[in-house]
């Protein structure tokens, strides 16, 4: 599978800003092998589009970029698409559009991609808006999801880098979730499909990266968008990217969501599913992960550390990765990508905490 994400990356769409300008030439590209259609609009007025593949009878919906700062699925889906363009592509990946019809919004949130942000223009965070439907754009997905009755969703995500997985000091470079439904968090019939089309995406990814792969806490959010399309009888999937050593840009990472992504489809089409033993056994995620974490600070006569998370800005048009101080104390149980030994430079006071950057390239 990697040869085939090797042939087929779409080399246009790199870096983790992503936005509409960026994928327009590529609709454009794509307009006389798929259906794409602009379906809305953003508060902002920006449009939004669907691109259809395939004719089977399974209905899969895919939408990536729901938080505007979140693009490595569509990259991904970019990706996808020029496999099931090329006829050089596995018989069993080309088969996927005869058994399935998939249809998939690459950025739903075109005014947060374009601010690289998590919420819309409005300020509203569209996976925390499916009951109110206050933004234009979550009334567009729900809209989409009642008009086209899929029988799987995809609602594809990026997380923050404090992400690890339990009981390790491993980033969570791929992690998984099948919502619930309600608190109880009962085996309702679409989370067990759910939970056996990520069993099987577990098992193909872990092979890359058996330290790396997580799940979320199936706490039930009763605003968010996949548990109440969960809820709502539609069997929903969802997978987010995380950081993995030194990929601050997401081109490690996707790879491994471009053949989690594709298993679940082969999985749905071929109707061949792991155990959901599988995803039971799958560790949970924690935030025990840093970007930075210098040791052998003397701060106040007392030996710390130092934990160190970028934030990402936009400037200039650039976007740029600001140090902040997140952690102070003992930071023995956390991971992180860079360690920095400090070799006991003293430090009076906190105040005086920003002195340490100059430590960091």
Not at 119 to 139: C, F, G, H, W, Y
Request: aromatic share 10%; proline share 4%.
């Amino acid at each position: 599978m990697k040869k085939l994400f090797q042939n087929n990356k779409e080399l246009s769409l790199i870096g983790k800003w992503i936005h509409c300008e960026n994928i327009k030439p590529l609709l454009l590209l794509h307009d006389k092998s798929y259906q794409i259609n602009q379906i809305g609009k953003s508060f902002l007025n920006k449009p939004i589009y669907h691109i259809i593949l395939g004719n089977g009878p399974i209905k899969i919906l895919i939408w990536t970029q729901m938080h505007g700062n979140e693009a490595t699925a569509t990259k991904v889906v970019f990706d996808l698409l020029n496999v099931f363009k090329n006829p050089n592509s596995p018989q069993k990946v080309k088969a996927i559009l005869k058994f399935c019809t998939i249809k998939i919004i690459p950025i739903l949130n075109p005014d947060g991609a374009l601010a690289y942000t998590r919420v819309n223009a409005q300020q509203i965070d569209l996976n925390r808006d499916a009951t109110t439907l206050m933004a234009p754009e979550s009334k567009l997905l729900r809209h989409t999801l009642n008009e086209f009755q899929p029988d799987f969703c995809f609602n594809l995500h990026d997380q923050r880098n404090i992400y690890s997985v339990a009981q390790t000091k491993e980033p969570a470079s791929i992690s998984f979730l099948s919502p619930a439904t309600e608190p109880s968090r009962k085996l309702t019939a679409e989370r067990l499909k759910s939970m056996a089309i990520i069993s099987s995406m577990f098992q193909a990814v872990k092979s890359d990266i058996p330290k790396n792969v997580s799940r979320y806490n199936d706490e039930f959010y009763p605003n968010a968008t996949g548990d109440n399309f969960q809820k709502d009888g539609f069997c929903t999937i969802l997978i987010e990217a995380g950081h993995f050593k030194d990929d601050y840009n997401r081109e490690k990472v996707r790879y491994y969501y471009f053949k989690s992504l594709l298993t679940g489809l082969l999985s749905i089409s071929t109707n061949t599913f792991a155990t959901i033993d599988i995803y039971k056994d799958i560790p949970e995620n924690d935030t025990n992960y840093l970007d930075i974490i210098i040791n052998n600070v003397l701060l106040d006569s007392k030996n710390v550390s130092i934990g160190i998370l970028y934030i990402e800005e936009l400037k200039d048009n650039q976007l740029i990765r600001i140090p902040t101080i997140e952690k102070i104390g003992d930071l023995s149980t956390y991971g992180a990508n860079t360690f920095i030994d400090a070799k006991n430079i003293v430090i009076d006071s906190e105040n005086n905490l920003n002195s340490l950057f100059k430590f960091i390239n």
